[in-house]
């Protein structure tokens, strides 16, 4: 292959990069001084990042380049260039949590996804921009993301900077976390792959929490394959989280080939055709004929609707989130943005047995979701009701936001933070202004493999994972 | 279904206060007058449970999933 530029070096896919540095065609610290340099480039547009480590990624690149040299190489992920949202504790590196009350936050130890991703070769260039605690609003101390497609609108969140940085090429993956959605919209509304897995999939250890029983960390990165790596080398049962699950983790690359032939697919109304922008709809209605036109049977399904599943969310993470906060809370309430302040004193409120209430209502869509799980392999609905939004009119950013808007944000991509079921945003087109619309797919739990498969599958059909954002186009 | 006596007579910021002690959540009342709206839509979203009848369901206690690992890849 020709050199590349620094320019088409920060565009490669993750695997692709990973095939030049296992070739030695490329060494790790071109490849991290070339998106350490794409962040000195970009990030003060977009304010992806709250903390950028370029010294200890080159020294980190620098290790990297030896080990491979001496024939020590550990992988795809060995040498390439990755951040973290910055609520993944990293030993010896702030940690803020997008937050004024963790602003000094520096921890002893290191998330687990964190250590296996340093484990398998990664290099950690930086820790992302979010929203505060992960909890739908932005501290100003930190500011808004903005968003690569169209810099006056929103990544929305939580795992803003993550969506912006992988689409924006400044670093070839990221890991988020989702409580009701905070992989999967900023994926959507960035134009690249987020998957939240099955709950007890990844490790949550290490992580400052939003809701211990719906958070959920995973991968984002700009295709399908990407994902998979980085799923591949978090997953896995860790003695350190309790609902870490104990079920084998499976080689996900070597099944990503699997196709949607033959797989039958399920649509629902109450998550394709309510509620649902026109122009969104359009596009997930093409991406699902496309799977169809591949071999997938499509059927309608009735699920239980988004109106019962985001309240039994909402009353079960508004307290645990203020269970959580409620020593700091008590102490030093304004140091919280006032939105999270807000959330916080009515998750205080909430009755006990409102929690549950919502804790039954759990079990019952759970069980619901598994039934119909038991007659088609996949759901598909689109993974936002709308795309990207104004950052003026974003309900992320503002201090008065409403939340029952907020609710109808996540109608999709929460109710599988409530039942645990993995589910992926994979993009699927483009509005007429340009702005990128996600397909969300939803599996069975721990059947990640054929959920990446399938979205593989897609992405082969759509194309659209090709596609760069205007503020690297015009690099 | 009838309505929650909170919501129907309309909540008061001492109302608000009170629930918030309970927590141990100290609110000054311009504090919680502020937030009367905001709890007001927080409790009506709550009520929103009462409408699905969970029948006989059990709480989702300790949520964990390693017994579905009948759909899983391993």
């Not at chain 1, 520096?106 to 250590?115: D, H, I, K, L, S």
């Amino acid at each position: 292959m020709p050199e590349a530029s620094d320019q088409q070096l920060c565009d490669l896919s993750l695997l692709d990069v990973a095939a030049l540095i296992r070739q030695r065609e490329v060494s790790p610290v071109e490849v991290t001084a070339a998106v350490l340099a794409r962040i000195a480039t970009l990030d003060e547009r977009l304010n992806a990042f709250i903390t950028v480590l370029s010294d200890q990624a080159r020294r980190a690149a620098g290790q990297a380049e030896a080990a491979i040299a001496a024939g020590d190489y550990r992988g795809p992920l060995h040498g390439v260039p990755v951040s973290v949202k910055d609520l993944f504790a990293t030993g010896g590196i702030r940690t803020t949590a997008g937050s004024r009350v963790l602003a000094d936050h520096m921890p002893t130890e290191t998330a687990t996804v964190v250590a296996r991703l340093v484990d398998a070769g990664a290099i950690l260039v930086g820790k992302t921009n979010m929203l505060e605690f992960a909890y739908a609003a932005v501290h100003p101390d930190y500011g808004p993301t903005r968003n690569p497609w169209d810099v006056s609108r929103t990544t929305s969140g939580s795992s803003s900077g993550s969506a912006a940085a992988v689409a924006a090429g400044m670093g070839y993956g990221s890991l988020g976390s989702d409580t009701g959605g905070s992989i999967r919209i900023p994926a959507a509304y960035c134009g690249i792959v987020g998957l939240k897995p099955t709950y007890g999939r990844v490790s949550r250890h290490g992580v400052v929490p939003v809701s211990w029983s719906a958070d959920h960390i995973g991968p984002m990165a700009r295709t399908v394959a990407d994902a998979a790596v980085l799923l591949g080398a978090i997953a896995g049962r860790d003695p350190r989280d309790p609902t870490s699950a104990s079920v084998a983790v499976p080689a996900y690359l070597d099944q990503l080939d699997g196709g949607i032939a033959g797989t039958r697919v399920g649509i629902a109304d109450a998550y394709l055709r309510q509620r649902v922008d026109a122009e969104v709809r359009t596009l997930v209605e093409a991406a699902i004929g496309q799977l169809e036109a591949a071999g997938a049977t499509v059927e309608e399904v009735t699920l239980p609707p988004p109106a019962a599943a985001v309240p039994a969310l909402l009353g079960i993470l508004t307290p645990e989130a203020t269970a959580y906060h409620l020593p700091t809370l008590r102490q030093r309430p304004e140091d919280y943005s006032p939105a999270v302040r807000e959330r916080l004193e009515l998750g205080a409120m909430t009755p006990a047995v409102s929690y549950i209430q919502a804790q039954r209502l759990r079990r019952q869509i759970t069980d619901a979701m598994l039934t119909v799980m038991d007659d088609v392999d996949f759901l598909a609905m689109p993974t936002t009701p709308t795309a990207a939004t104004l950052l003026e009119a974003d309900l992320t950013t503002g201090d008065d936001a409403d939340p029952e808007l907020l609710a109808a944000l996540i109608n999709f991509t929460g109710p599988f933070d409530l039942t645990g079921f993995p589910a992926l945003s994979v993009p699927c087109g483009f509005t007429a202004n340009g702005l990128p619309v996600g397909l969300q797919l939803v599996g069975r739990p721990f059947a990640e493999a054929a959920l990446l498969a399938a979205a593989r599958a897609y992405e082969r059909l759509g194309g659209w994972s090709a596609r760069r954002p205007p503020v690297v186009a015009d690099l | 279904m009838s309505e929650p006596t909170a919501t129907r007579r309309g909540l008061t910021s001492a109302q608000v206060r009170a629930l918030a002690a309970a927590a141990g959540v100290d609110l000054d009342e311009g504090r919680a007058a502020t937030l009367v709206p905001q709890a007001a839509q927080h409790f009506a979203l709550l009520r929103e449970l009462d409408a699905v009848d969970p029948q006989d369901a059990e709480p989702a206690g300790e949520f964990r999933l390693d017994a579905w690992r009948r759909f899983g890849d391993a």
